[in-house]
């Protein structure tokens, strides 16, 4: 059973920027794709980015160009660069592991592990 621990959300005004890490044990990190969504109250989880073991990488549309994932095999973390914020960005930020990117952009909330997740609000 894998544990995340996800951290470095906060309170940031529009056009700032936050860094987000997901710590992971209880897997080989290396061997597994990661990635990042977040919910914001009211609405579905959203899959925002993702990583493959190879270093491939996804983007929502939402987020591309201002977003950056990537991974640290050697610490078993994952990290979100979050630049240029805006308000419709603040949710809850949840890291997840699974074979592949197909996998986890289905992945529901009652589905794998997850973490506690971070607030990440960000103000006008």
């Known amino acids: 059973q894998v544990q995340l621990v996800e951290s470095g959300g906060g309170l940031v005004q529009a056009g700032g920027s936050l860094r987000l890490s997901c710590a992971a044990s209880?897997?080989?990190?290396?061997?597994?794709?990661m990635g990042w969504f977040r919910q914001a109250p009211g609405k579905e989880r959203e899959f925002v980015a993702g990583?493959?073991?190879?270093?491939?990488?996804y983007y929502a549309d939402s987020v591309k160009g201002r977003f950056t994932i990537s991974r640290d095999n050697s610490k078993n973390t994952g990290y979100l660069q979050m630049n240029s914020l805006k308000p419709d960005d603040t949710a809850v930020y949840y890291c997840?592991?699974?074979?592949?990117?197909?996998?986890?952009?289905?992945?529901?909330?009652?589905?794998?592990?997850w973490g506690q997740g971070t607030q990440v609000t960000v103000s006008s």
């Open positions: 990583i493959t073991r190879s270093g491939n990488t």
């Open positions: 997840a592991l699974d074979e592949t990117l197909g996998r986890l952009s289905q992945r529901t909330p009652q589905g794998g592990s």
């Open positions: 209880g897997r080989t990190f290396s061997g597994y794709a």
